[in-house]
């Protein structure tokens, strides 16, 4: 047998790369690496801009050309970097000859040693991946949640008034309707976006140890906190004055936190609307050309679902650990979050793919209303709850002295099937108020929804 060409082992890079490559412009190596030397070429603007240490302002055609070393970052520079790093063993040194090498290149060589200037490796890193895990989040994977949210939100519209029989436990209960149960995900999900749009993205930029030692002794004049932060801030973040050599990671750890939070809400809501199709509420959209299952033909899988959920598993895995251990770091610095945080993608990679398929499957499913309403009429013993309750209000206003009516509808409905005869029987021999009693005997399974339907009216605006 002769060897596979180099394969990925991720199915996110195989696969599902379809889904994910969004992500990959932000939380690849190169889309790290590229942010890398966006702050290294920032730093040295912004040295520059303050004649810090003899320089001149650069003029604005050699900024931008130092500008366009990140917008041009392609093939080129991943390899150009892939060759430096085999030699230096250090990533974020490996950016600083490249940077080096295209400020000759512009002819800039009196400000080279600018490059990096008082920079341990995190200043660089922690920022690059305050940038970028930013952009992924607020330009790729919130966006695509937004649309999940959106799809159901006009789902819970459109099936607002949908009857449908609820199963606490499992068992017939009183009935909602569809709107209204898709609409508490849209609530749930709703409400999470609030606080992902909340989210803190803080940076650091104060040196080894996080003391400006190396930039004191340099400058003992220079007010350095204020050029950290006003740095910081510059890049569209927010500033950490306190840290050790590496910025805390706390932001992190909550940000990992919420979207492990969002993947088991969908989680949630992936198990359900399995369980619907699975119980024919909602039927499945033969899709032309697909099969089902490779030995009976008749059957159309609910897949999506399936492997929404399996991805949410492993995204709220990987999340979970690196909200877990990015927050410790043995005294000044160790180098596990270096290694940790490269999984950053794959963490969001999975719940991309996740997202993507329940956007998919909500697409490719029709309300049975007939089967919830056949389901609705064959459990006429969940009125029990109504005649009770009924019954309870008519004595506390003096128009019925019936003792203990939850007692009689226990021994009338618990573990039985009732029927609508029995019931209007039932009800009719009931000593209660005549306005009651009607309210009672106009009262059907698929009418005892309560309020749901108004309550879909409380959904948010995502
Ligand atoms: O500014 C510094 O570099 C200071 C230095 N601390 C470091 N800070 C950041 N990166 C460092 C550090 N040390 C190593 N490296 C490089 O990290 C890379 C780790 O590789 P991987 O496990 O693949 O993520 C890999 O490229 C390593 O070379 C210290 O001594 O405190």
Partial sequence: MSPLPTQPLSPLDGRYQAAVSGLGEFLSEAGLNRARVQVEVEWLIYLTDHSMFGSAPLTAEQQASLRALVTDFGQAEIDELAELEAVTRHDVKAVEYLVRR????????????LTHFACTSEDINN??????????VTTVWLPKLRGVIAKLAELAEQHRDAA??????????????????????VYRLGRIVGQLEGTEYLGKFSGATGTFAAHVVADPDAAWPTISQEFVEGLG???NPLTTQIE??????????????????LHNLATDIWTYISMGYFRQIPQAGATGSSTMPHKINPIRFENAEANLELSSAILDSLAATLVTSRLQRDLTDSSAQRNIGVGFGHSMLALDNIQRGLGEIDLAREVLLADLDANWEILGEAIQTVIRAEVAAGRSNIEDPYAMLKELTRGKRI?????????SGLDIGDAAKDRLLALTPAGYIGLANELVDRLPRV
């Fill in 102 to 113: 295209r400020l000759a290149a512009l002819g800039l060589d009196s400000i080279a040693e």
């Fill in 127 to 136: 920022l690059s991946y305050a940038l970028t895990v930013q952009s992924a």
């Fill in 164 to 185: 449908m029989l609820c199963h606490t436990h499992g068992q017939p209960a009183t009935p909602s309707t569809m709107g209204k149960e898709l609409a508490v995900f």
């Fill in 237 to 239: 973040l927010s500033w």
């Fill in 248 to 265: 805390s990671h706390d932001w992190q750890a909550e940000l990992y936190n919420r979207v492990s939070h969002a993947n088991r809400v």
């Fill in 419 to 427: 029927g609508q005869a029995e019931l209007v029987a039932f009800v």
